[in-house]
């Protein structure tokens, strides 16, 4: 993609290519926040996409990029207020923190905000592959939870991330200054957002080089269901035979899991207790893995703000 740009007098930024106007948002707590609106995709439907750069951004360095799912969640509590979110992430104050402290390499993070299709664009597509025609027309076709389908429309996943890879990456790495390759690469994202990050980075593994799960619903459930049919759920084998056919072993990839006690997040335990035996069976080891147990908390934006740093720190900590 040959994309230029330009910054206006009124500072409007402009993707020629796409015609994709932005404009830099000046009241974030920390660094840059730039909003590129409708960013338009021939794979999914278009959303608005936010760039947040640090305070020392110039030029004349590269930097790293995390992909973040739900971006709209990440900055500003008013923002995340679609129906999903209730509350933000305050990834730029963290993110400022850290690297004002060293703890993490300074970064930019690159906010995908989600669509009226969130659930279909981020439940990994060939997991579905795996399910029964009966399982499969039940997820998708019938209502698991008082009348509400898991599905709203089929599994989107694949498109969602060519989006991402074939296009925003290309749009991204034309106009900011980009540190490319497989290091310098991540995807993030929470709840149906975890699974898509680990999806993406298991489709693409010579693309991610790591990706940020936080409380990975490994249900795949848009409502609490029952208990009964919670422990009767198709869908984590299903999760869990993919992983153990494409998981790459260990070696390039640094990939991080956490999970609550509380909430929905209850039901998570012992699912991530069967995702890290398949991690250890891969070869993962403390080096490039972590899943860290956050006790009495809850499946919330305010849960996952409280321990945002714990992953920004494993994924982005100084090389030695």
Known sequence: ????YWVASIGLVMFVAGSIQSREIG??????????????SDFVAPRDVFVWLPEEYTRDTTYPVVYVHDGQSLFYADSSNDGFANGEWELDETASALIASGKVVPFIAVGIANSPFRHSEYFPAKVTQRLTSLQKDFLISRAMDHQVATFSDPPKADAYLKFIIKELMPAIEGHYSVATGLENTVLMGASMGGLISLYGLVEYPETFGG??????????????????EANNNPIPPAIYRYLQAHLPRAGQHTIYFDFGTQGLDALYPPLQKEVDGIMRNKGYTANDWMTFRD???EHS???WQARLHRPLQFILSPRE
Do not use: Y
Not at 27 to 40: T, W
Not at 214 to 224: A, E, K, M, V
């Open 211 to 228: 990706a940020v799960c936080i409380s990975s619903n490994w249900p795949g459930i848009t409502h609490r269901l029952p208990l009964l």
């Open 27 to 40: 009241s974030v707590s920390a660094g840059r926040l730039i909003v590129h609106k409708d960013f338009p």
């Open 1 to 4: 993609m040959n994309i230029r």
């Open 295 to 297: 006790q009495g908390a």
């Open 301 to 303: 934006e305010a849960a």
